[in-house]
């Protein structure tokens, strides 16, 4: 299942958040109070006194975006061709039932791109191009429908 849009800040939002810490900077060069800094710029006193430390020691460029926390392992080149593998499901790969598993897919890669990562490596690189989780809706194969109505019926009212 895909989100609408994938996980993390995008481009634009950084340098939204970029700008607004080189307008504190500029306030800091003025000798303004962090309360009026944060008041006026809609953040918090907290985050206006972390960026009046790095600006600070490292002045206008400590404030700069450092950009995404971490590259992604696959390029979106690579990520293209590994949602086709997806899409052809296990069982071409060589599974026996059609389950995506984040170890199936650590798999996948690994023998695709000879890329060896984590499961949680994985799961992020999923997040980010906008995959969620999914689980199976299960039923035990013999389930009685008519013997579960009657112990709704007749048995779960006098255990109440």
């Known amino acids: 299942m895909r989100y609408a849009q994938g996980g993390g800040l995008t481009v634009e939002r950084?340098?939204?958040?970029?700008r607004i810490r080189y307008e504190?900077?500029?306030?800091?060069?003025?000798?303004?109070?962090t309360a009026?800094?944060?008041?006026d710029l809609r953040v918090s006193e907290r985050s206006v006194e972390r960026w009046r430390r790095a600006w600070r020691e490292g002045g206008t460029a400590a404030l700069a975006s450092a950009g995404p926390p971490k590259l992604p392992k696959l390029p979106d080149d690579q990520f293209a061709e590994l949602e086709k593998e997806l899409a052809l499901g296990p069982a071409v790969h060589g599974w026996e039932d059609q389950r995506w598993?984040?170890?199936?897919?650590?798999?996948?890669?690994?023998?695709k791109f000879s890329l060896d990562c984590s499961s949680a490596a994985v799961w992020r690189l999923l997040h980010r191009h906008g995959w969620s989780w999914q689980c199976p809706a299960r039923r035990a194969l013999e389930r009685d429908?008519?013997?579960?109505g009657l112990w709704k019926k007749d048995v779960w009212p006098q255990a109440e």
């Open 14 to 18: 950084r340098r939204f958040r970029e």
């Open 24 to 33: 504190a900077g500029e306030r800091f060069g003025r000798g303004e109070r």
């Open 36 to 39: 009026a800094i944060a008041k």
């Open 101 to 111: 598993t984040l170890a199936r897919i650590r798999a996948l890669i690994a023998w």
């Open 145 to 148: 429908e008519a013997a579960v």
